[in-house]
Structure formats: structure tokens, C-alpha cells
């Protein structure tokens, strides 16, 4: 039994309440309104509530057993197996999900030769990407079917992956990654009969959603399954669009999508439940509020190097306003070089942590899943401004950039650069003429045309935007 739940209301914001507040407040509570745990998010069911419990309670009524009737509570699903991992389906049983280990980067993708087929690959995370790359040896390898794959090597390039053929074939077993390694670049999760990808690519696939992740409504995903397993997904969600096959199949690939006013939401919901997924509109994680971050590996990464990182609760409790104090929180104290980080709207912080150098996981309370934050002093890694004369193109078409200036996320890092506010850009200071201009650069086509004349090639300015955003990043 939970003692307290997350109301959607389809009108209102996501709300914290207690069984005892529903009880006063609706008594058998209307079915429009629906309650996630917010342990799990996985869907509750209200008990003991409504002027029948109320008038046993006030008069000392026993119920079966000669037992005392129940106080309002909240409870799980019977048949709910991923509920069953949750800490408070069974209070007090020490049942916990280690949420720092983060799932393997999978992605659906369409081939390159088009048609209706697809395939699928995985890359790995990079948390903490320079420290990997210093402690790394050559016996780190990722191993695939039997064959080696070098981790230095994966992660020397964003674009590097490695595709996997026949993925209903227990992608758990045959991908094996360093245990030690695993919280850095993640581990595969199973196929368990069903894959739901995102629609990041458009019509060329997506990223694969981790178990328990929630779909929301009014976007398009993709299911792939066997023919067996998608045959009735048209009973399910309000768009069905078949787009092909993984491979020369067993597995297809279906485009779906439904509607937060749809009559099959209910009927949507216990079916992708089966598979550890789930409806909500809502995210149960606290909310980065400043600075403007990256989280391209899992990891918030702020893109200003001495702002706070800030965190709001993602719901509101009960009736009351949220707090308007933000609380800060130290993580590395010794360390003068490291971030707070902000916590606003969590009224008594009961803060869960642990530090991987400058890679920081915390829960602000034990109801929240983990968060995780760079609080170092550096930029992310692999972030830099845009170059026309230093960006290349490798034979696949993806463009990578050098990483000669690659922001290192090792505790041992120092800033090289002295902390001054405030500063813009001058005139004198981006390259140019005497008037503050600076020529546009060549476009390649002009450049190959030069070439083929037999022209000399002239020595290539930066345009003043570029000047001005490089000089930027340098502060």
C-alpha cells in the first residue's frame, strides 16, 4: 500500500496528494481522475475511501476478521509485474532499482538503400568521457556475439555503432560490456517480445525508450515486434501506420500514436504495461530549471561554466503553492572548483547522493528516481562552437569535429582561463579590415573551382560571427 499518489486531472497540473486528502476531499474519488505511484508511475487504485469506510471508521466497525477498517490508502495493480519493483509494493521487503546504470543507446534506423527496411544498432554512452579515455586499456572491450569491439576506439567518435543483426535474439547475452565500465556507458536491457523506439529521425527511425519510460500522448512511436505480438495494435492506439521490417525480418516495424482524450487510452495502457511501459503525461524526475544544458548522454551538462544548476520538484503537494526558496546543495565541499546545485520546490530536501568524480547522482527525495549532473568547472564534452574551416566529413555524411579542444570532466582538470564577467567582444578584437569587417569566406564550391583553374588558393578568413563566437567560448 502507498500512502500517497500523483492526480492527473486532464485540466490541471500534476499534483502530490495523500489517500486522506482524496478521501475529505471526493470521497469515492470520480473516474475521470486517475493515480501514479510516485516510486514507479506506475498506475494506483484508490481504497478504503467514501462515506461507507467513513462512517465504519467513526463508528468502530470491524470488517472481517473482526479487523479494524482501513484507513484511505493507495495500492498497485495485482497483476502488475513491474509494479512488483517497486520499493513500496511491498513496504519494508528492501526491494530497489538501481537507476545510475543507464540502458545502452539503441537506435532504429532505415537503410541507407531505402524501401521498407530497417535495422537496428547501439553506441555507447559517454559519461565522463575523458576520464574513460585516460583509464581505458586495450583489454576494455565490448563484446558482441563473440567478436572484440575496443572501447577506446567506440568512443573516439559520437558516430561510431555497432548494429545489431537479429535483435530478438536475447540482446542481454550477447552483448557483454566491463562491469566496470557499466555505469559510464551503459549495459543492454532485454528484448522481452517488444521494442518501443521514439520518432527522433522522423521516418527514419528513433531511439530506443528504456523500460519503464512513459509515452506520451499525441506523439508518434515506433513498436517492433513479431507479427503475432502487433496483430491487434489497432484495438490500442488511435494511429496505426505499418513502415516495414528489421532486417529480412521476424520483427516489424509499426508507426503508432493515440490521443489524451482517446477511448482506448485505458486499453493502451494495460497493453504496453505487459512490456514495462506506460501513459503519463508527466515526469517524475526533478525538472532542470538554469542553465541552459546538454543531456545527450544521460548527464546534464550545463553550457555556462559558473551557473548553478537548478532543479524544481515536478509536482506540486496538495493544495499548497510551491516553495519559492531555493536550497543549496553542496555535493563536493572540499572541492572549490565544484557547483552547487539549486533545489526549489522540494519543501524538506531528503537528499540521496553519490559521486563519480565530477559526475554527481542524487534523488532530492527517496520517492524520486536518480538525477544525474556535471558539477565541474568545464564545458561538455564534444561541445564547441561551429567552424566551417575545421569541420570534416567522414565517409558515412555524419559531421564530427575535432576534438583537440574537447572539455576534459576529470577531477583533476583546472581552469585555464581567469573568470571575467561580463565581457564583450570588441571591435579591435575580431580579425578584419580598419572598418571592423572581416571578408566573407569562400564557399566550396569557389574553392574547387579555383583548384581546377589553377588559381593559388588564398589564405581563408573567419567570418566576424564566427570570430566573435570563438572568442566567446575562449572566455
Known sequence: MVDSAVMMVQTAAPTLVTAQDVNDRFGNPP?????NCPYCRRPLTPGAMGPKYDHKRQSGARGKGNRRTKTPYFSHLKNDKWAQLCEQYH?????????????????????????????????????GLQYMLRKLTDTDV?????????????????????????????????????????RHVGCPQPHDDLMVFSSAFGGNGGRRLPERSALQTGVDYYIIGSERRLKNLGNYFDFVNGRGVVDDGPLLVYEVRIGASSARLDKANNWLGAFGYFISDYDCSAQLLWPPSLRSWGVDEPLFRWSTPTYRAPYQ??????????????????????????????DKPDITEENDSYCVFFKPTKRMPWSTAYIGPNY????????????????NGIEETSDDSAADTGAADTIRAPYTPGTTPSRNDVPGDATGTSPLPLSGGARIARRRLGIPQLAQPHSQSTAITQLRERM
Open 380 to 395: 561538455p564534452d564534444d561541445l564547441h562552437p561551429y567552424d566551417e574551416w575545421r569541420q570534416t566529413e567522414d565517409k
Open 31 to 35: 473516474s475521470s481522475i486517475r493515480f
Open 142 to 182: 565490448v563484446t558482441v556475439d563473440g567478436v572484440d569491439y575496443p572501447m577506446r576506439e567506440l568512443l573516439s567518435k559520437r558516430s561510431n555503432t555497432i548494429r545489431l543483426p537479429k535483435p530478438e535474439r536475447d540482446p542481454e547475452t550477447r552483448i557483454v560490456i566491463p562491469k566496470r565500465w557499466r
Open 317 to 346: 503537494t496538495g493544495d499548497e503553492p510551491m516553495p519559492d526558496r531555493i536550497a543549496s546543495q553542496r555535493f563536493l565541499p572540499k572541492d572549490p572548483r565544484a557547483r552547487a546545485v539549486g533545489l526549489l520546490g522540494f
Open 91 to 127: 513496504p519494508g521487503s528492501a526491494v530497489e532499482q538501481d537507476d545510475r546504470v543507464p540502458s545502452l543507446l539503441m537506435f532504429l534506423r532505415r537503410d541507407k538503400r531505402g524501401g521498407n527496411r530497417f535495422h537496428i544498432e547501439f553506441s555507447l554512452r559517454r559519461r
